[in-house]
């Protein structure tokens, strides 16, 4: 059950019974004798869209990981809708509603569109309808027969996210999903992210791309060297543009 939050003040706005989908409290990642995060602690609510914005390096694919319980030494606690799940396998994670979308897309390039978007087992209740990822994602729709190999990085991508949203996952954990893809399927993927906001999904979004993420987002959280070390609200955005300067410039 989650969390019910009477009263919360989100961007500015009084929200009264506002839902808590994910809290992190002190999480520390360890990958062998490396020292990833230290000490993260971030609050979610269900149907707010923020970012991991930060560096390469500062710890915002670390983040993803740990809250999908692919990273092996954490300690610390992820609670995912009421649940505690710091020792919780990805397999049981997943079963909670949540969808990782790595990097790396992870499509089976060797099938087809709509064979991808088959294989995925459902993992909680109200997965999208192929036909209804055709109608979010018409260029999948063009291209239900062909191969992944034949798809651009765009289409793939899409498909990658059109495959978590079939699984029922209503918590998103999307990571550096517009790197090295067009403007016209950038755009695409923000009214696709807009979209699912209204329907009510938590996105937790790792972008390197600002322009891109800064108008759909609700709170940006700045990473730096494996700590939380900012929250901007969407109508802070002004006044704090000297911390975005100071941690995402090159």
Known sequence: MSTLIENHDIGGQHVSEHIEELRIQDLHAFYGESHALHGIDLTVYQGELVTLLGRNGSGRTTTLRSIMGLVGHRTGSIMLK???????????????????????????????????????????AGGMSVEELYE?????????????TRLSGGEQQMLAMARILRTGANILLLDEITEGLAPVIVDKLGEVLIELKT???TVVLVEQNFVFAAPLADRHFVMDHGKIVACIEQDELES???????????
């Open 82 to 124: 009421g649940e505690e799940v710091i020792h919780a396998t990805p397999h049981s994670i997943a079963h909670l509603g949540v969808g990782y979308c790595p990097e790396e897309r992870g499509i089976f390039s060797r099938l087809s569109v709509e064979e991808n978007l088959m294989l995925p087992p459902r993992v909680a």
């Open 136 to 148: 979010m994602f018409p260029n999948l729709a063009e291209r239900r027969k062909s191969q992944g």
């Open 199 to 201: 329907r009510g999904y």
């Open 240 to 250: 704090k543009q000297h911390i975005f300067d100071e941690y995402l410039s090159v």
